[in-house]
């Protein structure tokens, strides 16, 4: 969603005839996008405002600005303990950007923290590359669900969608460009436009296959409480809808979903699983989980570990609880011990690490479509992209043309696949 949010402030700011820079030094504007997810991530914000307030003394009239999600949390605070900051701006105050990057440059310092606005920056198409073949489309924002550990309710908001023809009309200009493969953004796609009596979200997904040019679609992120029949039965009908599901578990115990507030129990999780492995076989699952949630005990923790091993998660986010300002968990007494916290959190990523093998090997010796999306990082020699089960494939060309390639698969890494193209009827 940050990523987005970026790019949309990106081609906010160059149609408002501002260049991008190519270095730090070159730069006279820096705007950081922050997310408060998690505590790590606003500590680290915080130390990079340390550096940039040196960048800035080094050469006078140079501005900061700071947006996204721990500047709609900490709004004033942010303020006071960073007082070079000349623009503060939440989650819902993208649009004015440009205007309020004109002000600072005329000294006059900016706090817009307002969650009232329209939601104007919904049409702002983000910046793409030249060349992208996927694109993220955000449909909706905010959130209504209130997990006990998340802050996204307060820092985003309530749960908004976006217009069905917004998003249809932003996915033709996708495909006009080039785009083949979008990725649908909400916190809970499943409620697509329920609120607002918008089509649902298998509706859109429908529409969204009949655009001429669209050859793949994502979503992130489903709630296993939300995912209903309508949109599993569209796995079996719909070829674009790609065969990976990501699925946060956070916890396999029940008693740590209930004092999470999630909604759905271990069993309700593993029937989705299951009705989702039958109308598409070899779909991939991925998960978030939560360690160390308070209260969460060795014996709940094994839950977990059980429950993975019955999925076997093709890969899966995995964090240790971290408390976060004005949620309920914060008010929970019964803490795990940080160290056996880091522990549990060590395990699981294991055991993951373990299964993510697995199922990477399976895959060598398959002939797979990657859509590539450009040279390789590490070896500009060869391409990297993706198959429809969003395994990352590098892969040596084989004189194909277009982003569509025919893949064999001849290794596997930790996090990806090695191979080479070939036609799939040799
Ligand atoms: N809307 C998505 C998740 C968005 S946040 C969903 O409900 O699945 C992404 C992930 O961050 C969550 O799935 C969760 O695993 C993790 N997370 C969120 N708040 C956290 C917290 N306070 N401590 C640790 N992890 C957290
Ligand atoms: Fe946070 Fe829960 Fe909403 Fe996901 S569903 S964003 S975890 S409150």
Redesign the pocket.
């Known amino acids: 969603m940050n990523a987005v949010d970026s790019a949309r402030m990106l081609s906010l700011m160059s149609s408002a005839d501002y260049l991008a820079a190519a270095t730090l030094e070159e730069a006279d504007l820096v705007l950081l996008n922050t997310c408060s997810i998690r505590e790590k991530a606003d500590q680290k914000i915080y130390s990079d405002l340390g550096t940039l307030r040196r960048w800035k003394q080094r050469r006078p009239g140079r501005l900061v600005g700071v947006g996204g999600c721990l500047a709609q949390q900490d709004g004033e605070a942010l303020r006071k303990r960073a007082p070079y900051v000349d623009i503060v701006f939440g989650t819902h105050n993208i649009a004015n950007l440009p205007e309020m990057v004109r002000r600072a440059e005329r000294r006059l310092p900016t706090l817009a923290l307002g969650m009232e606005e329209e939601m104007t920056h919904w049409d702002v198409v983000p910046y793409l590359p030249a060349g992208a073949v996927s694109a993220m489309v955000a449909i909706m924002q905010g ?5 006990a ?5 307060l820092v ?1 908001g309530r749960e908004v969608s976006r217009p069905a023809e917004g998003i249809l009309s932003e996915v033709r200009a996708l495909t006009d460009r080039g785009v083949m493969e979008v990725v649908l953004l909400g ?2 796609v499943n409620s697509y436009g329920k609120k607002e009596g918008e089509i649902p979200f298998p509706e859109l997904l429908r529409r969204i296959s009949a655009i001429e040019g669209i050859t793949r679609i994502r979503f992130i ?1 489903s ?1 296993p409480r939300d995912l209903d029949d309508r949109t599993i039965r569209l796995f079996e009908e719909m070829e674009t809808l790609c065969p990976h599901v990501h699925l ?1 578990l ?1 916890s396999g115990a029940d008693r740590v979903l209930e004092a999470m ?2 909604g759905y129990t271990r069993g309700e999780y593993l029937a989705r699983i299951d009705a989702l492995r039958k109308v598409r076989p070899g779909m991939a699952f991925s998960s978030d989980f939560i360690v160390g949630f308070p209260g969460e005990t060795e014996d709940d923790f094994r839950e977990t570990l059980a429950v993975m091993g019955e999925i076997r998660f093709d890969s899966s986010f995995s964090f240790r609880f971290s408390s976060r300002p004005g949620t309920r968990a914060a008010e929970m007494k019964e803490k795990v011990d940080p160290q056996e916290a880091a522990s549990r959190l060590r395990r699981l990523q294991e055991l993951q690490a373990a299964h993510t093998r697995e199922r990477l090997t399976a895959q060598i010796g398959r002939q797979v479509t990657v859509l590539a999306e450009g040279a390789s990082a590490r070896d500009p020699g060869t391409l990297c992209g993706r198959t429809a089960c969003n395994k990352t494939v590098n892969f040596t060309p084989g004189g194909g043309e277009g982003a569509l390639r025919s893949v064999l698969v001849t290794g596997a890494g930790t996090h990806s696949l090695v191979g080479e193209e070939r036609s799939s009827d040799v």
């Open positions: 959130c209504d669900n209130f997990c550990y998340c802050v996204v309710p985003r916190q809970n992120t709630h946060p956070q507030g999630r």
